[in-house]
């Protein structure tokens, strides 16, 4: 007992010593507030206040200038803020039904009902990879049925985040692990290209690609650049419909780039943003990229879901690279999951999950090829409509190209001031470089774009 009670004792003293080392540490700590505290009152009226929160009063961002909209979605951000009635958004490529509505395709809410009702689905973190399922449905997709490059186990494929995201992981993978590091892209392109490549740590380069004098493809402009591009050099290919000429190379064209861009060992990369957009046909659509997986060869390719199944804000997409072997397609895997885990660690279940419902299901499937199709089509009806309504008004020009360009843009060749008056005087919104959505033009809206380009024509030709 009175052992313990003497080791109480001292514990109690030994507490006491530490308390009042706290205490003298608190107690200077006080003094030391308090006397800032009174500079603080000291300079209240002069430029510095105490804040004993904040470092400075200047911010770490002051220097920031502000920055630019983008020019694709810059468009819708100031289509939003106008209050005309009449106003027309035909920037972005959005579909649009006939009514100007965006459009949730039936499969797409069918599929996610069953998404739904299935109580056994989890929100569990998905391989960093995606889903396999849906990497497997989705390099069938863009490959073909019965593609050899799959069945002998040559594709490696991870889910993306759309096709931004894909061609992003890509340009990673290829900067980490590829010899060259030169991407040629056309000119013109889609805006965001130049900016993913140079971020992913490529370097860009160009090569020719349209041709304004003829509204058409520059097919010997581009041969002759490709002709002088360095040995390995890395190439952006449009699968189809070129965004934003809406020019693609004929049959025979596509076969003349393969044949050089094997010959001299470049490295095609397929951007496939618009499978079954261009033409109503999702083979048709994916005969150039499987022309190049046809001859054994190995390149990549990025896919979106984004406008073939209207699954925009889902961000679904996959990154596919054709290897030579299998042995080689497993290390590409697991390389592309080293760059995938430190971006964004998993791509998200939802998008993915309603495009494998879809892609391996017979009737879904069979279903959402008619619902692309009318999609298509109401494109190609626009183009006529717009081209017929141009040609009633004797608008200055040949618009031949409206009706010869495929896919979700027509390259109007509307320049920047001519776009400028259309968007002051008609309230219809477009890129600056011209380039019309026609996904967002309808029947009762086509004589107002009709009225707008040909008084921008006469007044602006
Ligand atoms: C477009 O070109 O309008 C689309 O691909 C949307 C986008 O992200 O720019």
New binding site residues.
């Given amino acids: 007992m009175g052992k313990n009670s003497s080791a109480c004792s001292f514990e109690e003293k030994e507490s006491d010593k530490s308390l009042s080392v706290a205490g003298r540490r608190i107690g200077s700590l006080v003094r030391q507030l308090a006397a800032t505290s009174m500079e603080g009152q000291a300079d209240r009226d002069g430029d510095l206040r105490f804040q004993p929160t904040a470092g400075s009063a200047v911010s770490a961002f002051q220097h920031l200038e502000q920055a630019p909209e983008d020019p694709?979605?810059g468009v819708t951000v100031a289509y939003n803020k106008d209050p005309s009635p009449v106003k027309l958004n035909l920037?972005?490529?959005?579909y649009r039904t006939e009514e100007g509505k965006p459009l949730v395709l039936d499969v797409v809410r069918q599929a996610e009902e069953l998404l739904i009702q299935d109580r056994s689905r989890y929100k569990e973190y998905i391989p960093i990879a995606g889903l396999v399922e849906f990497n497997k449905l989705s390099a069938k997709l863009i490959l073909g049925d019965g593609s050899p490059a799959i069945g002998e186990k040559r594709v490696a494929t991870a889910q993306c985040l759309s096709g931004?995201g894909s061609l992003r992981v890509g340009a990673e993978f290829l900067s980490k692990h590829y010899s060259q590091h030169i991407i040629y892209i056309p000119v013109p392109t889609?805006?965001?290209h130049p900016k993913i490549f140079n971020l992913g740590g490529l370097t860009v380069k160009t090569y020719r690609y349209y041709d304004p004098r003829t509204s058409g493809l520059d097919y010997e402009g581009m041969l002759e650049d490709l002709r002088a591009a360095p040995p390995g050099a890395i190439v952006l290919l449009h699968a189809c419909a070129h965004?934003?000429t809406g020019v693609d190379p004929t049959q025979d064209q596509w076969e003349g780039i393969r044949q050089l861009i094997r010959l001299k060992g470049l490295l095609p990369f397929f951007d496939s943003?618009y499978q079954g957009f261009a033409s109503g046909s999702l083979d048709a659509d994916a005969y150039s990229v499987r022309l190049f997986v046809g001859d054994g060869g190995e390149c990549l390719i990025a896919q979106s879901f984004a406008k073939n199944m209207g699954l925009y804000g889902e961000r679904v997409g996959a990154l596919s690279i054709v290897c030579r072997s299998a042995t080689v397609a497993t290390r590409v895997e697991s390389q592309l999951k080293l760059v995938i885990r430190p971006m964004y660690s998993s791509p998200p279940i939802h998008g993915a999950s309603i495009v494998a419902t879809i892609l391996s299901d017979r009737n879904l499937y069979y279903n959402w090829t008619v619902e692309l199709k009318n999609m298509a089509d109401r494109i190609i009806s626009m183009r006529h409509q717009l081209y017929d309504a141009l040609k009633a008004r004797g608008t200055p020009g040949d618009w031949s190209h409206i009706i010869k360009q495929i896919g979700m843009f027509t390259f109007t060749g509307l320049n920047k001031d001519q776009v400028s008056f259309m968007t002051a005087e008609y309230h219809i919104y477009l890129t600056s470089d011209g380039r019309i959505?026609m996904a967002g033009l309808s029947s009762k809206t086509v004589p107002h774009l009709a009225d707008a380009i040909h008084a921008a024509v006469l007044r602006l030709g």
Avoid: F
Wanted: avoid cysteine; proline fraction near 7%; glycine fraction near 22%.
């Fill in positions: 694709i979605l920037g972005v490529g959005a931004t889609w805006g965001n965004n934003p943003a959505s």
